[in-house]
């Protein structure tokens, strides 16, 4: 979750002018260029002049490729990150003798992931949790010790995660709970568990 002032949220806010900025251009110069013929060929003999400039200036064209480089990557990452965050902030509805209580999805993979505590052969567990329907599905990359039959260890970790959803989530809401084997590890005699 975002602080407020710390850096991630200063970073969503500069995104945040900076696309506003933008479309605000866009917007007057979509304006401008539909406006009349003599506004359009002011505004193209501008930018004719610009773009020239950039095209013959080697270091204004270094610059220009560098910042927007900067920019498509910072929006990249923002865009990614508003994904994975919204999907992290859905909320499931739980009905309680005091009230409506909502968990969120983020919650929710917390709670799964401390699973591996308590099912033999798992070292890791990274769920994704997503709510479709009312109900709860769940995607698990999972690391798993060598000396435990992988069959067995996906079934237990499937159980386990059907009884901790039921568990924290009350009612019957387990959609279905998928499991992909990301890595087998060798155990070493410094490794507990």
């Known amino acids: 979750m975002l602080i407020s002032g710390g850096p991630l949220f200063l970073l969503k806010r500069f995104l945040q002018y900076i696309s506003a900025l933008f479309l605000f251009i866009l917007s007057v110069f979509s304006v401008l260029l539909g406006f009349n013929e003599n506004v359009n060929k002011t505004v193209r003999y501008f930018l004719d002049k610009a773009f020239t400039h950039i095209y013959t200036d080697l270091d204004v064209r270094i610059i220009v490729l560098t910042v927007a480089t900067i920019f498509l990557l910072l929006s990249l990452g923002a865009i990614v990150s508003a994904i994975k965050f919204g999907r992290r902030e859905q909320t499931l509805g739980i009905n309680s003798p005091y009230g409506r209580v909502g968990v969120s999805a983020g919650a929710v ?21 997503f709510l479709r329907k009312g109900k709860v599905k769940v995607y698990m990359r999972v690391s798993l010790w060598s000396e435990n039959a992988i069959g067995d260890s996906v079934i237990n970790i499937q159980n386990g995660a059907k009884e901790y959803l039921e568990e924290i989530l009350g009612v019957d809401r387990v959609g279905e709970i998928r ?15």
Do not use: H, T, W
Request: charged fraction near 35%; proline fraction near 3%.
């Open 179 to 193: 499991v992909f084997v990301g890595k087998i590890i060798q155990k070493r005699s410094s490794d507990k568990k």
């Open 109 to 129: 993979e917390d709670y799964l992931a401390m699973m591996k505590n308590d099912i033999k052969g798992v070292k890791n567990i990274f769920p994704k949790v």
